[in-house]
Structure formats: structure tokens, C-alpha cells
């Protein structure tokens, strides 16, 4: 990759958007890891905890779960299926590249685990950062950027389903708290890095393979001079 190549890739403002979110999402969450792992965010932790329980009712524990699952495999699978039957109308290397997307956040939060080792609310290990909130930013996050940037329906339309997104996201957080299965500071870590990962990955996809595929080549002449140069400079 030329410089030319490397300029376009980074500079512009569609880059610099995707790479200024991702990096600012990445400082957040290796900060927050850092506070988490001193137990700076300890009684916010628990405060939160407290507040959640307040609100549990037996009728209320069986929603949950099933709300939860949507973060599980059982919920990931047919939503990554969905998804891919949908794309594929409307922006194939979309629809080609999701199920590697969902591959690689479930490598990540292992990883992010496993470098945290931080326990759960319930004692169970490997808490920070949610997962379940992680793979959710990202599928949903993918669906809110495609549909605020591609989508030519109504702004209504639009709005509504961005909010349905952001409902589902946001449940299904809650729901962890109210499982006990995470502390506050796990679940806003997995929203963080979910967004790094998420803003990187669409840098790549859209500005590093789609963008570069579609930018024609330069034609050159027998004498090595571009031709579109040689027209500007009106030799010829």
C-alpha cells in the first residue's frame, strides 16, 4: 500500500470519524479496566446492586432470563442468520462480513476476560467486560450505522428503528444487572469496547476494502505519465 493509499484510508472525514471513535471507545474502556481492577468503581458497584434489587419480583425472573438469552448463542445465532439473510439484499460485503464480525467479538471478550479476571456479583469468574452487552453493541450497533447511512426510508422510520436498537441493547444490560451476573462497571466495559471493536471494524470493511475497490486506478501511457495528469498539465 502506497502512501497515496495510506492517506486515503486514514485522512478524510468518514476515517477519521470511525478512527477517532474507535480509539476514544478503546482509552474508555482501558481506563474504566484500570479503575475496575483497583476498585475504584466499588461503590458505585454496589450501590447500583442495591438499587437493582429493590426493583426484583418473582414475576419478573423468567422475563429476564428470556431477555437475557438474546446475548447468549441461542439469541446470537438466529439474529447473525437474520441478519445476513437481510444484508444480502442491500449491502452484500455487509452480509459476507458479519458472521466473522460476531466471530471475532466472541474471541475478544474471551480474551478481555480472561486479562481482567475479574470476578461476577454472584462469585462466578471471568465478569469484565459483559459479553452479552459486548456481542449486542456490535450487531445492533452494525444495524443503526447502515441504517443511518444507507437507509432512504422516512426519517421516522429511521428514528424508530434506531430506537428499537438502543431498546434492545439497553434490556438486555439491565437484565444482567438484575440477574446479578454483572457489576454496573462490567456491563459499561462491555459497551466501551464493544464500540471500539465495532468503529474499527467498519473502518475496515467500508474505507480499507469497499472504498479502495471502488477507487479506479490511474491508466498510464507507453511513457509512464498518468493520463489524467496529462491532461491537467495539457501535454498530449
Known amino acids: 500500500m502506497g502512501r497515496a493509499a495510506v492517506r ?44 437493582v434489587a429493590v ?20 439469541g446470537l445465532v438466529p439474529l447473525v442468520a437474520v441478519g445476513i439473510l437481510l444484508l444480502w439484499r442491500v449491502s452484500r460485503p455487509w452480509a459476507v462480513a458479519l458472521p466473522f464480525l460476531m466471530a471475532g467479538a466472541g474471541a475478544l471478550q474471551y480474551v478481555a476476560k480472561w486479562a481482567a479476571n475479574r470476578q461476577r456479583p454472584d462469585d462466578t469468574p471471568w465478569g469484565f467486560p459483559s459479553g452479552h452487552v459486548l456481542s449486542l453493541v456490535v450487531f445492533f450497533g452494525l444495524i443503526v450505522w447502515l441504517i443511518a447511512t444507507a437507509s432512504r426510508r422516512r426519517r421516522v422510520w429511521r428514528i424508530v428503528a434506531v430506537s428499537v436498537c ?3 441493547v439497553a434490556s438486555v444490560a439491565f437484565s444482567r444487572l438484575y440477574l446479578d451476573k454483572h457489576w454496573l462497571s462490567d456491563v459499561a466495559g462491555g459497551l466501551m469496547v464493544g464500540m471500539a471493536y465495532l468503529l474499527l471494524a467498519i473502518w475496515v470493511v467500508e474505507v480499507v476494502i469497499v472504498d479502495r475497490r471502488a477507487t479506479p486506478p490511474l491508466t498510464t501511457t507507453d511513457d509512464t505519465t498518468p493520463s489524467r495528469d496529462r491532461r491537467h498539465s495539457g501535454i498530449g
Open 8 to 51: 486515503r484510508v486514514v485522512r478524510g472525514r468518514k476515517p477519521r470519524l470511525l478512527l477517532s471513535g474507535a480509539a476514544i471507545s478503546l482509552i474508555g474502556y482501558t481506563v474504566l479496566a484500570l479503575l475496575a481492577a483497583e476498585h475504584v468503581l466499588i461503590a458505585l458497584d454496589y450501590g447500583t446492586r442495591t438499587w
Open 166 to 168: 438502543a431498546l434492545a
Open 55 to 74: 426493583l426484583r419480583y418473582e414475576f419478573l425472573n423468567l422475563p429476564m432470563r428470556v431477555l437475557t438469552s438474546l446475548g447468549d448463542g441461542v
